[in-house]
């Protein structure tokens, strides 16, 4: 079998263990423990406001080295999850009463961390009418209001079955609308139970038609099991839905009952995809193992927007007839 066959094919005994066991972690995979004065700085600004980070809560990789810049993504509507998706850390069960003081606090950590980029995701809410996109748009106009110059960008649910929420939501004009797709559609079963594929997908291309002047955005993680030509079709979808930033990283297991990692990607791998994805049309690509939707968040929009600018200035004038 090769390499891309998944662990429990290649390794049935695996399948009768109590936890899912994942292969030893590579050298290009290990990250130093977070210990900076401005980690520890900006780990107390959350606790003394009441916020929630996805930084801590997904457990990621980053978290040192962006703390250590005092750059956090926020995670708004509580810290429980209604969803239960195996790659995920965030808590499932039922969840928290939203804070209204919300916006505020949120808005005056971003004014005490100078963030001129702000990457703002939250928790599936299905209990709620709207899935929290008032809540969403609430956060972005506060931003507005107390932060002028710094550019907003949002990862939101997928809000299904919530009636005009993606209106909602795109009406508070944030500069990037993220929704990640997280995997190929054959793997969502096991790895996105409570999500669907186009539905996500249907999402991001919606966001579009309303405003095509907001950048969108999705990632996906690899070392799950899927193949090459399960991610290049997923690459095409996003174009066809329109989407200008694609990102790729490795998947990595937060406990060992989480799905297990199937393999490690290595970076040539990544750097394959990257020429791949740039082929197919997408005005930034992000792609390497550590690659994670708000990591370099901020420098990443701005190469975004020049980009577009070059696009944009390489396209000729259309004649008219006199």
């Not at 002047?213 to 997923?234: A, W």
């Not at 970076?267 to 990591?295: C, I, N, Q, W």
Request: proline share 7%; aromatic share 6%; with cysteine.
């Amino acid at each position: 079998m090769d390499v891309q066959t998944p662990a429990k094919l290649r390794h049935p005994e695996k399948a009768h263990r109590p936890d899912n066991l994942s292969p030893p972690k590579p050298d290009w995979i290990r990250v130093k423990a977070p210990n900076s004065r401005e980690y520890n700085e900006t780990r107390e600004l959350m606790r003394g406001l009441n916020l929630v980070t996805v930084c801590e809560e997904a457990s990621c990789p980053n978290i040192g080295e962006c703390w250590k810049q005092k750059h956090a993504t926020f995670m708004i509507l509580g810290s429980v999850c209604t969803r239960a998706c195996a790659f995920c850390n965030v808590a499932t069960g039922k969840p928290d009463q939203l804070d209204p003081h919300e916006p505020d606090h949120l808005a005056e950590a971003v004014g005490k961390l100078g963030l001129h980029h702000v990457v703002i995701t939250s928790v599936d809410r299905d209990d709620l009418d709207d899935g929290g996109a008032a809540h969403f748009a609430r956060v972005i106009t506060r931003l507005r209001e107390t932060s002028p110059t710094c550019t907003i960008e949002i990862l939101t649910p997928d809000f299904m079955k919530k009636d005009g929420a993606i209106e909602t939501v795109v009406a508070a004009k944030p500069d990037v609308f993220n929704h990640n797709l997280e995997t190929v559609p054959r793997l969502y079963p096991g790895i996105r139970p409570g999500a669907r594929y186009f539905t996500s997908l249907s999402l991001l291309k919606r966001v579009k038609e309303i405003d095509p002047t907001i950048f969108t955005k999705s990632g996906i993680m690899v070392g799950l099991g899927e193949t090459r030509e399960e991610v290049g079709q997923v690459m095409d979808d996003m174009r066809a839905a329109d989407v200008d930033f694609i990102t790729i990283g490795q998947y990595l297991q937060p406990t060992p009952k989480h799905a297990a990692v199937d393999r490690f990607v290595t970076p040539d791998e990544f750097e394959s995809y990257t020429k791949l994805a740039r082929a197919k049309g997408f005005l930034m690509v992000s792609a390497s193992p550590l690659t994670r939707s708000s990591h370099h968040a901020g420098d990443d929009f701005k190469k975004l927007r020049e980009a577009r600018n070059a696009m944009a200035s390489s396209v000729p004038p259309v004649k008219t007839s006199k």
